[in-house]
Each structure stands twice: as C-alpha cells, then as structure tokens.
C-alpha cells in the first residue's frame, strides 16, 4: 500500500472528493473535468469507488474513509495504527460481505424466478437454471474433460462481466476447474450446442462474490456454445456427478 502507484490513486479520490489539506465544512463545488488530467483523475476516483462498493459504505462512512486517506496521503498524523486492527478490520469486512450478500441474494431470487419462467427452461442440479438456443448434435463432455467453448456473461442488470466472444477467441479449459455450475450444466450439452445458463450464487461465486464486478450473492447468466472436447487422459477415470453442494466461495476463481 506504499507503492508510489497507489499513493498516486488515492491522492486522486481526495482531489475527486473535495477532501484536500484545505477541506473543510460547508457546500463543495463540483470539479471542472476540463483538461485530460483533471478527466484521468476523476476516472481513478471511479475505479477507487468500484473497489471499496461491497463495503457499502455511507455517507458519514464515507468521510471517515476519506479522513483515513488524506492523513495517510498527506502524512498527517495519524490517529491510530492500522496494524494494531486486524481483527477490526477483518470482522467488518465479513460483516459488511455478508450484509450485501443477503441483499444480492434477495433480489437475484426474482430474477433466478424469472428466467425459470422462460420458454423451455428447466432446472438442473443445485438450482442452475437452462434453456436450450441450440440442439448440438456431437459429444457430451465428462467432469474430467476439456471443452473449448464461447460464451457471454452478464449480471442480472444486463452488465456484460465477462466474454470470451467480445474478446473474439474461444475459451478452452478442464471442465472441473471452473464453478460448480458450469461443471454441472456442460456435461449436459453437446459439441455444436448453445444454452442459456442462468446460475445461483451457491454453485457460482457464493457469498464472496468476484469483486469488484460480481457481487457477493450474484446471480449469473451465459450465454454458452460448446465448440469441442477433449477427453481427460484414460488414467483419469471421471467420477459420477453427485447433485451439489452449496459452493465453497472463492474456491474456484476462473470467471467461469
């Protein structure tokens, strides 16, 4: 935290927020984004803001924040020693994860109810809900197998987070190293097949999310088409698929 990079993007929130060595009571007038640097600034500030949104901070939150930063920025003195609250630090971070969780998780339950209602959708093992675009004609893949396929993620407002096909290459990897719910759903599919693939954060992200763009408790969709498989090696024998358990957060971390 003492690189001079991020000393640089905090000095910018506090320029961004009006909380400079001379800040103080009373109305703020809004920055003038005129110059390219003064647009630079302002963008960093945007970027700090996506980074620190799943604490959910107020207002009054917000300024104790900033008061932290200048002093550090600044080398004002200090008014406590952060090394001395690790504990603090860490119950308020889960505290706070698991508060937005429970939001998140709220209102991706109408989602995930609506895209159950959806044409021709069904649901699969641990929630995951699907709806065949395409009917492939070619192999299942396995657990253990590699597939190379294309997708598009989006969050339930439609927020693209992820894609292999605005990036304009297919994705390829073992179908046990992503989250359970592709791990589960692929094993349905066919080579030459697309679905639609909406998955509750359980067998996604969990209570963890994928900050700054997956929210804790998010609820994903894709859009998949399945272009190969490769199968694992005759030594790894795939073990059955048992329905799922709940997912442990974090543990897998492709954006799968």
């Not at 504990?87 to 698991?98: D, I, L, P, Y």
């Not at 992503?178 to 066919?190: D, E, G, H, S």
């Not at 639609?196 to 209570?207: E, F, Q, R, V």
Request: glycine residues 12%; proline residues 8%.
């Amino acid at each position: 935290m003492r690189s001079h990079a991020l000393r640089s993007v905090l000095a910018a929130l506090l320029i961004v927020a009006g909380c400079g060595p001379q800040g103080g009571g009373g109305a703020r007038s809004e920055p003038k984004l005129d110059t390219d640097d003064s647009k630079a600034i302002y963008a960093l500030g945007l970027l700090i803001a996506e980074r620190i949104d799943q604490f959910g901070l107020s207002e009054s939150e917000l300024e104790i924040f900033q008061s932290g930063v200048r002093d550090g920025v600044l080398k004002h003195a200090q008014k406590l020693d952060p090394k001395t609250l690790g504990k603090e630090m860490q119950a308020f971070a889960k505290a706070r994860a698991s508060a937005g969780a429970d939001v998140e998780k709220a209102a991706a339950a109408a989602y995930l109810t609506q895209m159950a209602a959806e044409p021709g959708a069904t649901k699969g093992n641990g929630g995951y809900i699907v709806r065949t675009l395409t009917e492939g004609t070619g192999a299942s893949p396995g657990a253990m197998d590699t597939v190379k396929v294309h997708y598009h993620g989006t969050l339930r407002d439609g927020t693209v987070f992820d894609s292999s096909v605005q990036r304009g290459e297919p994705a390829e990897f073992p179908l046990n190293s992503v989250i359970p719910c592709w791990t589960f759903a692929l094993q349905q599919m066919k080579v030459g097949g697309k679905y639609k693939l909406t998955c509750p954060s359980d067998i996604a992200y969990g209570d963890r999310g994928s900050p700054p763009t997956i929210k804790p408790g998010a609820a994903l969709t894709f859009e998949i088409e399945l272009l190969s498989v490769t199968p694992a090696p005759a030594e790894m024998t795939p073990a059955p698929t048992p329905a799922p358990e709940p997912a442990k957060p974090g543990a897998k971390k492709k954006g799968k």
